[in-house]
């Protein structure tokens, strides 16, 4: 089976060995873009989206806007804000106690708008180390999903009047589901001359957000 999308994705399934034959699932979903994204979508997906995807964090796949900053997984969304402001892997090894106060909240309040105060109510904060909690993604707190993998893509810029951007970003998986546009979400960033990033407003449209498996927190409060 093979399938044209508009967007200029190809869609193909191999064949492929099923259970009883194997005793496990192979996946022959293949999807190819065919056409490239334009160099602005491809270097605005590399610098906001592509850093922190659909695992692990709650910022690209739930309706978020500055009035409901409180459903955001703070405690599972660090390790990639880390990663995208010094370049490198999160270690938690460094951090068998918890992640000091400052480290955190300094992280959190660069890429978002939200006061220390805000992150000790919202977070899961130790008050007595002065730590917040972090545990890596396992079974006891993770359920793996094929939409988890998927990868974003800014198809689409737009420049507001007040000086950010609401980003079209199509969820892209290429397995199992081989669908160029799981969800389709705009985000609302501002991007500073220097390079920085702040997040603003995240929505699914078209009902997407009922498409996809319900967000686990990391760390239940």
Partial sequence: MCLWRKKAYFCYELCVPEPPEV???????????????????????????????????NLLCSNWDRESLDKLDYNGIYEYFYGMKYDRRFEPEQYPHGIPAEEFENTIMNYLPVSREELRQWAVFDEG????????LGCGNYAPSFFGTSVPEVTQIRENEDGTF????????????????????????????????????????????FNIPEYQYRIGK
């Fill in 23 to 57: 005793s496990e699932i192979v996946d022959g979903s293949c999807l190819v873009r065919v056409r490239p994204l334009p160099q602005e979508c491809r270097e605005v997906s590399e610098k906001c989206v592509l850093p922190l995807g659909y695992q692990g964090n």
């Fill in 166 to 209: 609401t980003l079209t970003v199509d969820a892209v998986c290429q397995m199992i589901l081989c669908n160029d546009a799981v969800i389709t979400h705009e985000l609302t960033v501002r991007l500073s001359e220097n390079g920085d990033i702040q997040y603003l407003e995240n929505r699914i449209l078209d009902d997407g957000i």
């Fill in 129 to 136: 180390r002065q730590v917040y909690r972090w545990e890596r």
